[in-house]
């Protein structure tokens, strides 16, 4: 039987993921960086293979940031065990990772960050929940 990855490897693969497309690296690159296969760093990313300690400080070097990055908003196994959930993220926390792991979360975040008009922004926001169909986030 196959093991699941670990809530917390996944976490930090998928927010190796994230920062490494945000600075438009490609697997390939990054595993040139780290002496790996583009293979290795894809199982980093997914949490199928776990990141050692001095690995991880090897890969905060390469995308400009510190190891504590990649432990912003992780699952915390305190709070998860006293309502049952073992390490589970919260869903708001799962979607926002999942959707900032992708080509399209990526693109989406750097162009509306560049976007400097707040009231354009809201436009945008409202008009996203519309499409979405989300109409309590579109009058909020």
């Given amino acids: ?19 490494r497309m945000l600075v438009g690296m490609s697997q390939e ?6 002496g790996l296969t583009f293979q290795q760093v894809q199982k980093y990313e997914k949490g199928t293979n776990r ?12 995308l400009g940031v510190p190891v504590e990055f990649f432990f912003d908003g992780a699952p915390h196994a305190d709070a998860a ?3 049952g959930e073992g390490f589970a993220e ?9 959707f900032l792991a992708t080509s399209e979360g990526v693109q989406l ?4 960050v560049r976007i400097k008009d707040p009231k354009l922004r809201r436009r945008i926001i409202d008009l ?9 986030q579109a009058s909020g």
């Fill in 1 to 19: 039987m196959k093991k699941a990855p670990n809530p917390i490897d996944k976490h930090v693969g998928s927010r190796v993921r994230m920062r």
């Fill in 29 to 34: 690159k990054l595993g040139d960086a780290l």
């Fill in 51 to 62: 990141i050692g300690a001095s690995r991880l400080q090897q890969i905060s070097k390469v």
């Fill in 81 to 83: 065990h006293v309502n």
């Fill in 90 to 98: 919260t869903p708001a926390a799962a979607y926002v990772s999942d």
């Fill in 109 to 112: 975040t750097k162009a509306f």
């Fill in 128 to 136: 996203v929940a519309t499409i979405a169909g989300d109409d309590e």
